[in-house]
């Protein structure tokens, strides 16, 4: 498991502080953001300070929908969806890696909810988020 870095809760994370952990990364994290702030201009940002995980996370909401949570780690970075069971069929037609579909149909239930986590070290996991973006926005 990657070092959550943002542990500090008097230190609210900037670009600067986070561009400083993720590195490389920072493609990645600029390429994501620049396309949800393109397409998805509603959407809002809000990064917390959370005691149970000791660290900052940000949170990305459409209006009181909860898109995903993304935590900081060194040399990168980690994007988490929560999707209700009902979401498995939409999951299953759509065009992510059968590993990260395998993780949703085999992962941890938490209710009637399970998760997708994706660590991001490629183009092609930010497609993976673009497209679990789309899916989250269709389903109920």
């Known amino acids: 498991m990657e070092e959550r870095v943002l542990s500090d809760k008097s230190q609210f994370p900037t670009e600067e502080i986070i561009f400083s952990h993720i590195g490389?990364?920072?493609?990645?994290?600029?390429?994501?953001?620049?396309?949800?702030?393109s397409n998805y201009p509603e959407f809002t940002e809000q990064w917390r300070y959370y005691n149970d995980s000791k660290s900052w996370?940000?949170?990305?909401?459409?209006?009181t929908k909860t898109i995903f949570w993304l935590s900081v780690h060194k040399d990168t970075f980690k994007i988490a969806f929560y999707f209700g069971d009902k979401a498995e069929p939409a999951i299953m037609a759509c065009n992510i890696?059968?590993?990260?579909?395998?993780q949703f149909k085999n992962g941890k239930r938490y209710g009637k909810i399970r998760s997708i986590s994706l660590t991001?070290?490629?183009?092609?996991?930010?497609?993976?988020?673009?497209?679990?973006?789309?899916t989250k926005l269709t389903v109920k």
Not at 97 to 102: D, F, I, P
Request: aromatic content about 8%; hydrophobic content about 45%.
């Open 57 to 63: 996370l940000l949170k990305v909401t459409k209006k």
């Open 97 to 102: 890696s059968e590993v990260l579909k395998s």
């Open 24 to 37: 490389d990364a920072k493609m990645f994290w600029e390429s994501l953001f620049s396309n949800i702030h």
């Open 120 to 134: 991001i070290n490629t183009n092609n996991d930010i497609e993976n988020v673009l497209t679990l973006i789309e």
